[in-house]
């Protein structure tokens, strides 16, 4: 296991994705990690990925935009599936046939105005491990305050999506 | 009741949203409207919108991002929650005090993949409708097909998040 981002373990052919895709230079690249307890020691059950979004992402000035905020617990989630799905199954994150979730469900709830301006945390635990479904608990914290929290129903990118790749 | 869109409603201070604000150049100013029954008759518990995303906002190839339509959900409730409110105080849209409303909790589940370059439409109903909560329901159609169904528990926005405007 390495300090490596999920995201960028992902087959080029899946990596267009608005909200994290190396291939899409307009998105927002979102990068997602095992949270190490030190430089050596992962977290085996623990994500984090950090993002300071640009001001034009307002709900109203000061505030970060509801819609955002979804999208970056969206692709934390899915990211951490993927990676707790490699990581169970004892293979390298990247292999082939690629492991790679989709969003079943995102359910979000507002504790907080999110403040524009400040690097965003988001903390991602796993409540439920299944070879087609894991379900990631996020939460999001802007100055330690936790201001978001959402849940990630990620399911087993079907292979009606993947086309004629050569991924399966 | 006319036609205006509920955002084109919204008190300039409040315009900023990147989903749906008139003052956000870079956004996605989605409009909201009561759906008509004919050209005189609106649905008092109906809302519509429609927007066709760019293909930026990629999945993976062919199909649009979860955040987008999850962005897209969140912006036509609180759009749907704010005329729902005016109506059924009997005052006319944009009057003051004003009546915005913010996200609570937003649910989204995706049912099918969402394709790309399509017109989307959002129906939005109301299953609750209080002085400081509203919830719309929202389906997410494309070429006639339901793609994503999302719920949306708007609050009426604090005070805290109106700062020293005069709109209170």
Redesign the interface.
Known sequence: MNKQAFQDCYPD??S????C?NN?E??HQLKSYWQHFDEHTPLKNTTIARYTPSD????????V????L??LI??HGTGSASAMAYLSQGREMGSLPVLRF?????????LA?TPQGVELVLIGRFSEVKNRKIVVDITLLANDVVCVKGQVIAVL?PE??L?NSTLS
Do not use: K, Q, W
Not at 65 to 68: D, F, I, P, Q, V
Not at 102 to 108: K, P, Q, R, S, Y
């Open positions: 052919e899946l267009h994705c608005y909200g895709g899409n307009h998105g034009v992402y307002t709900a109203i000035p000061g505030f935009y509801g819609g955002m979804a999208s969206d692709c989709v969003t079943g469900a995102l359910n979000i709830r507002y105005p990118m009606s999506m086309g």
